[in-house]
């Protein structure tokens, strides 16, 4: 069992900057395949950015690639999103989730753990 603890989010001015930061507690995240998801007021779940069990792969959403950078720490057991030259539209609750079924995960019900997310507001 992995419980996972997302960190970092608050009100920032749009063009500003946040790191998001998921601690795992319970097993160490090496063995996992990580990812980040985000969810906004009305809409679905959807998959921003996913780091390989090894942290040499990363993969991002086309609406975020460039500005968000998704890394992990095995010594501190925790992934890291950093957010730059943020929207209005990047307003969302952010999840961080663990999955062990393949070397990196894109796909949202691949994913076994998940947070219970931090909220990120954009103001314009």
């Known amino acids: 069992q992995v419980q996972l603890a997302e960190s970092g989010g608050g009100l920032v001015q749009g063009g500003g900057s946040l790191r998001l930061s998921c601690a795992a507690s319970g097993r160490t995240l090496g063995t996992y395949a990580m990812g980040w998801f985000r969810q906004a007021r009305g809409k679905e779940r959807e998959f921003v950015a996913a780091?390989?069990?090894?942290?040499?792969?990363?993969y991002y959403a086309e609406s975020v690639e460039g500005r968000f950078t998704i890394s992990r720490d095995s010594a501190k057991n925790t992934v890291y999103l950093e957010i730059t030259s943020l929207k209005p539209e990047d307003t969302a609750v952010y999840y961080c989730a663990a999955g062990s079924r393949r070397f990196m995960i894109l796909k949202r019900d691949e994913y076994r753990y998940w947070g219970q997310g931090t909220q990120v507001t954009v103001s314009s």
């Open positions: 780091i390989s069990k090894s942290g040499d792969a990363t």
